[in-house]
Antibody
Framework: QVTLKESGPVLVKPTETLTLTCTVS??????????VSWIRQPPGKALEWLAH???????SYSTSLRSRLTISKDTSKSQVVLTMTNMDPVDTATYYC????????????WGQGTLVTVSS | SYELTQPLSVSVALGQTARITCGRN??????VHWYQQKPGQAPVLVIY???NRPSGIPERFSGSNSGNTATLTISRAQAGDEADYCC??????????FGGGTKLTVL
């Protein structure tokens, strides 16, 4: 059974750095076909893709947020970590991690999401 | 940026057919995937690779993709189909791209 679960702070202050962890089970991050993305959704707004890490550790980032994002993984812990620097109230959103098999790159499994609020 | 255009809202009478579009120049050359999202829940894949249904998704859900428009079709719409629907493609230069989402209302 494949699951992904996000964890991290529910509240961060402006200018702080957000660190989110995605813990996966039911598949291995070393599986050559599997990658993991981070996606966010501000309240009442559309989904926005943030970053992706491939099985070979290659990374891809949103063009508009590239300078603020870092994605990494620890295969032994089955975890994918996203850091986002210089948080702003507009970054308030539900943050999801999701599994994306290689090939056609659709999301077959999503985490439940974690709401992060940016406020002083 | 590789933007995908969706109508903000679509309404359909109970039991009728709803069509939700996703537009972009030459989208027919890409694989398009569709997600359903109900309030307070994570999205769920309903169509992948233009027209394929994951296991557990009713046959009432179908998809097509040609030219500049991909379409998600929901036949015999039910009250439980009321949700937001979002299209997605993967581009080698921009990775995952989502449409703005369409709110489906079943009347």
């Amino acid at each position: 059974q494949v699951t992904l679960k996000e964890s991290g702070p529910v509240l961060v202050k402006p200018t702080e750095t957000l660190t989110l962890t995605c813990t996966v089970s039911g598949f291995s991050l070393s599986n050559p076909r599997m990658g993991v993305s981070w996606i966010r959704q501000p309240p009442g707004k559309a989904l926005e893709w943030l970053a992706h890490i491939f099985s070979n550790d290659e990374k891809s980032y949103s063009t508009s947020l590239r300078s603020r994002l870092t994605i990494s993984k620890d295969t032994s812990k089955s975890q994918v970590v996203l850091t986002m620097t210089n948080m702003d109230p507009v970054d308030t959103a539900t943050y999801y991690c999701a599994r994306i098999p290689g090939g056609d790159f659709f999301i077959d499994y999503w985490g439940q999401g974690t709401l992060v609020t940016v406020s002083s | 940026s590789y933007e995908l255009t969706q109508p903000l809202s679509v309404s359909v009478a109970l039991g009728q057919t709803a069509r939700i579009t996703c537009g972009r120049n030459n989208i027919g050359s890409k694989s398009v995937h569709w997600y359903q999202q109900k309030p307070g829940q994570a999205p769920v894949l309903v169509i992948y690779r233009d027209s394929n249904r994951p296991s557990g998704i009713p046959e009432r859900f179908s998809g097509s993709n040609s030219g500049n428009t991909a379409t998600l079709t929901i036949s015999r719409a039910q009250a439980g189909d009321e949700a937001d629907y979002c299209c997605q493609v993967w581009d080698s230069s921009t990775a995952a791209v989502f449409g703005g989402g369409t709110k489906l209302t079943v009347l």
